[in-house]
């Protein structure tokens, strides 16, 4: 009977202890335990239970195999968790091979010698067990296998945390690693997708966000696939004593490294500025690195603190070499290149430019090479050709129900026209698709508001050519409203190009010139463009509506007014009393030019009063300085319309 009860404690049933539902239970059909011994029977036969358990787990994953099965959850950190776990119960079996022995020698051995002989192992095992079934119910993989552990180690005492942290640590070999190859070398060893780093193409046009078929990625082979390939933070398999603060840095030094091996195999930069920065930051301190991590692993049991302190010191070095080599590659004059082209530093570009389009979006022509007459532009007005092979103008493709019905087809053209920057290595990283987005955002709004002034100015100069052939009453309403409006939009334009683009645009330089950290120095770019979005309030629907109303207005008047004027000079100069029906022409003319007054004086009224309730309600300095321009000698403050205006403030 008792061999029998060493194979059910083993995990084999017989026929004195059968298995029921996973569990072994004594076949006491004859009666012949008595009571006290059932109940050490029972408490060997639960440890029997536990113990098939943690070894048909151990079975199961220690051996790593290649599955492409959806439902196959094998992998490094299964197999490593495996094994340690089988390291950790060979105690028991050891005690239960002792046992054997003894009973081989002493037939006669009491029952209460293998409950004294095993009882001390049993909580051990039973922790494992409970740690094998969260794992196998909640189909834990990957790193989450550590947050698992973590848990179970942080909650338990004694002995069993002890082991525990011993199989915790033995699991982080795995991404130790796995951090080796990715920190040091930019490999991603990862063939079952394990890691909270992933990697997955760039969006194309056939498939986006598409995970490589490539067993890991390394430097030596699947190139193109590498080319293509982006990566990226897996949340969902990020352990959570693991910060994302860290996790970060992580993706970051990998992915750098990564990038610049990559192009310097290609050779599509120069070699040496590569081995610069290489050279530095996996050659000559690769052996320091590495014995870093190595102690890590070599460590009885994790440290969040230590591992933290580790990979801030290899992001360190990383981001100070990448700071000297995008300030080496000319960061400074890239920042003011774009200045002078996005954020519209080079006014005299676009005043040759708005003229040289503006009549092939007049005549609705979809074929215009926008980018053939932005270089004539720039050519004109003695740009260096360098500067203007980095930019490429375009009408971005749009879909006919993405812009509104009202507006005309020559406004949208120049609502969808959008610069593309080439970016050279190694500043393509700190340039990305999406900050050029973002620039393009800004760049749409300050060339409106460009070529309204524009228009204005050019209005002016048809109101002089025209004004001996018009009415004076009309005359003077056309004088007073052109004036109002440039009025306020040069006060805005200054407010854009003085008190926001040129005082962020200094401010970046000089923070620029105060770090040695790249990514301080790309969060401080990030910060730029965020500050300038909120400063020209493209992030405010209101204002931005009230702002875009008062741009409509300004269009719409200056285009009534440029056919007006054309179809009175071809029909010249005025020498005898006006007919019947030029006169109600004038008259016509005159109602219209007061209603856009009008209009104009509410949608101005409306943009002051809307800045005054944000600068009430939010106190930011930059409305008030917004409000100080366009407030010029209190005239806005003092115009009837403001006093009058009490219509609620609507958002289009």
């Given at each position: 009977m008792l061999h029998d009860l060493l194979l059910a404690v083993t995990g084999h049933g017989g026929d004195v202890f059968v298995e029921k539902e996973s569990r072994f239970e004594i076949a006491n059909d004859l009666g012949f335990f008595h009571p006290s011994e059932i109940a050490i029977i029972h408490q060997l036969l639960n440890l029997g239970y536990h113990y098939k358990k943690v070894k048909i787990f151990c079975d199961k994953y220690d051996t790593v195999q290649i599955k492409k099965d959806a439902d196959y959850r094998g992998g490094l950190y299964l197999s490593s968790l495996a094994v340690a776990l089988r390291k950790t119960i060979q105690e028991y079996h050891s005690a239960v091979v002792e046992l054997e022995l003894k009973l081989m020698n002493d037939p006669q051995l009491p029952l209460s010698q293998l409950l004294l002989a095993l009882q001390p192992l049993a909580p051990l095992v039973a922790a494992v067990s409970t740690l094998v079934t969260e794992i196998e119910n909640k189909k834990v993989r990957g790193c989450m296998i550590l947050e698992v552990l973590h848990k179970h180690t942080a909650n338990s005492v004694a002995y069993i945390k002890e082991v525990l942290m011993r199989v915790e640590q033995a699991v982080h070999s795995v991404l130790y690693d796995q951090l080796t190859h990715w920190l040091l070398y930019g490999q991603l060893l990862d063939p079952h997708n394990e890691l909270f780093i992933h990697t997955s193409k760039a969006e194309s046009s056939d498939k986006a966000d598409q995970t490589p078929d490539v067993e890991g990625l390394s430097l030596e082979e699947n190139e193109d696939v590498i080319q293509k390939t982006e990566c990226k933070l897996r949340l969902e398999m990020l352990p959570n004593h693991i910060p994302l603060l860290v996790a970060e840095k992580i993706l970051f030094i990998g992915e750098s490294i990564l990038i610049f091996e990559r192009e310097g195999k290609n050779g599509s930069v120069d070699a040496s500025s590569v081995s610069s920065l290489c050279g530095l930051v996996l050659k000559s301190r690769e052996e320091e690195f590495l014995q870093l991590i190595q102690s890590l692993a070599?460590?009885?049991?994790?440290?969040?603190?230590?591992?933290?302190?580790?990979?801030?010191?290899?992001?360190?070095?990383?981001?100070?070499?990448?700071?000297?080599?995008?300030?080496?590659?000319?960061?400074?004059?890239?920042?003011?290149?774009?200045?002078?082209?996005?954020?519209?530093?080079?006014?005299?570009?676009?005043?040759?430019?708005?003229?040289?389009?503006?009549?092939?979006?007049?005549?609705?022509?979809?074929?215009?090479?926008?980018?053939?007459?932005?270089?004539?532009?720039?050519?004109?007005?003695?740009?260096?050709?360098?500067?203007?092979?980095?930019?490429?103008?375009?009408?971005?493709?749009?879909?006919?129900?993405?812009?509104?019905a009202s507006i005309q087809q020559g406004e949208r053209s120049w609502k969808i026209l959008r610069l593309d920057y080439n970016a050279k290595w190694p500043l393509h990283k700190l340039f990305t698709p999406s900050v050029q987005d973002k620039y393009n955002a800004i760049f749409t709004f300050l060339l409106d508001v460009r070529r309204a002034q524009y228009r204005l100015q050019q209005l002016w100069i048809m109101q002089m050519r025209a004004k001996n052939n018009e009415d004076a009453a009309t005359s003077v309403l056309q004088w007073a409203l052109r004036h109002h409006m440039n009025l306020l939009i040069d006060n805005i334009q200054y407010y854009l190009q003085v008190d926001v683009l040129e005082s962020q645009y200094w401010q970046l330089i000089e923070e620029i010139g105060k770090t040695r950290d790249y990514q301080h120095l790309a969060s401080t770019h990030h910060n730029f463009l965020v500050s300038i979005t909120a400063q020209c309030f493209l992030n405010n629907q209101m204002v931005s509506n009230a702002l875009q109303r008062l741009l409509k207005l300004i269009h719409n008047f200056c285009t009534i007014m440029e056919t007006t004027w054309s179809s009175d000079s071809k029909r010249g100069p005025r020498f005898d009393s006006t007919t019947s029906s030029e006169q109600s022409s004038i008259t016509d003319r005159a109602k219209q030019i007061k209603e856009f007054s009008e209009a104009f004086e509410r949608a101005a009224a409306q943009l002051f009063l809307i800045l005054s309730n944000l600068k009430l309600h939010q106190g930011s300095q930059y409305t008030s300085q917004l409000i100080m321009r366009i407030d010029y000698n209190k005239f806005c403050s003092k115009s009837a319309t403001v006093r009058r205006f009490t219509s609620p403030l609507e958002v289009e």
């Open positions: 070599n460590t009885p049991t994790f440290s969040i603190i230590q591992f933290s302190q580790v990979i801030e010191t290899i992001r360190h070095c990383v981001s100070q070499q990448l700071w000297t080599l995008v300030l080496e590659a000319g960061l400074v004059a890239e920042l003011a290149d774009l200045k002078a082209v996005f954020l519209l530093g080079r006014g005299e570009l676009y005043q040759t430019l708005i003229p040289a389009i503006t009549p092939f979006f007049h005549n609705n022509s979809v074929a215009t090479n926008v980018d053939g007459l932005f270089q004539l532009a720039g050519q004109q007005v003695l740009l260096e050709e360098g500067m203007l092979e980095k930019f490429t103008l375009s009408l971005k493709p749009q879909s006919p129900k993405s812009a509104p």
